[in-house]
């Protein structure tokens, strides 16, 4: 990240790298991105309504985060809608009926080069939504500044307009100027430069044992944004009795929350939704059934 974070909150983050160390074949993605004991963002910064709407509650926003797309054959379409694996394309199939959400992870050129026709094919084959710069807040993942994201929006996104559904930068649950004062500057120069943004992407972790705070962000996050909020990654650290209970409260709460269109638990990995033979694991079914 280009901004300068505090000392404190660089120390939570180098702890929170230690949960769930995955690692993605391209992308070098590790655990949990930012665990923080934040309050809650205000609700200033209005911008523009969505063109984008909500789901209803009766559609499937549940969603699988994924490496290896191997990992995910044990699922199905009347238990999760869509997955993604922080790229533009991927090798094997997805379950039959799930749409796949191509990602632009950054600018660096083995992403940027191949993206613009990653995303006509994926679009071609019926992908609703295109994900944009992963955590552009963290020097570790997307590491980009949000004037320069906004510059790479209307290169990289701005000409699928109206072909599919167009994701802002998934953004951490960092403090300021991480998080949602990272995106409310990325928003203020998109509305200079006339980008099109209908729907925003968070990322949220902390402990499992602190559900008020994740349902309080996560709201605050379609109130201050007033756009679809999709929460491509989440997490909660505890035991796997402690994110099982966690999962059968948020997972009925994010279904309900009309501001939500979609969510996926970081993330399809032996070890966690899955075991080495793919088959679902105690929390996995937690996950899909709850």
Not at 189 to 201: E, F, P, R, S
């Amino acid at each position: 990240m280009k901004s300068v974070v505090s000392l404190l909150s660089l120390a939570l983050l180098l702890a929170s790298s230690a949960n769930g160390a995955q690692h993605m074949k391209k992308h070098y993605r590790r655990g949990p991105s930012a665990t923080f004991n934040q309050p809650a963002p205000t609700t200033t910064g209005a911008v523009p309504p969505p063109l984008a709407s909500a789901v209803s509650g009766s559609t499937i926003k549940r969603g699988l985060s994924f490496n290896d797309v191997s990992l995910t054959k044990d699922f199905t379409s009347s238990q999760v809608s869509f997955a993604y694996n922080w790229d533009s394309a991927h090798e094997g199939s997805l379950p039959e009926g799930v749409n796949y959400f191509p990602m632009f992870f950054s600018n660096l050129p083995d992403h940027s080069t191949q993206w613009m026709d990653n995303a006509n094919k994926a679009i071609a084959s019926g992908s609703t939504h295109l994900l944009f710069i992963n955590e552009p807040d963290l020097s570790s993942q997307g590491n980009t500044s949000p004037q320069d994201a906004a510059q790479q929006w209307m290169q990289f996104m701005q000409p699928f307009a109206g072909k599919a559904t167009l994701v802002s930068p998934a953004i951490t649950n960092g403090a300021p100027p991480m998080g949602t004062g990272w995106m409310d500057d990325f928003l203020a120069a998109c509305a200079q430069l006339g980008c099109q943004v209908d729907a925003i992407a968070a990322h949220i972790y902390d402990s499992a044992t602190n559900v008020a705070y994740y349902q309080s962000y996560i709201t605050d996050l379609g109130t201050r944004y007033k756009r679809p909020v999709l929460i491509t990654e989440f997490g909660a650290s505890g035991s796997v009795e402690q994110q099982q209970q966690f999962l059968q409260t948020m997972v009925p709460f994010l279904d309900g929350l009309d501001s939500v269109t979609h969510y996926a638990w970081f993330m399809t990995a032996v070890g966690n939704l899955v075991n080495a033979d793919a088959s679902l694991t105690a929390l996995g079914k937690t996950y899909v059934s709850s």
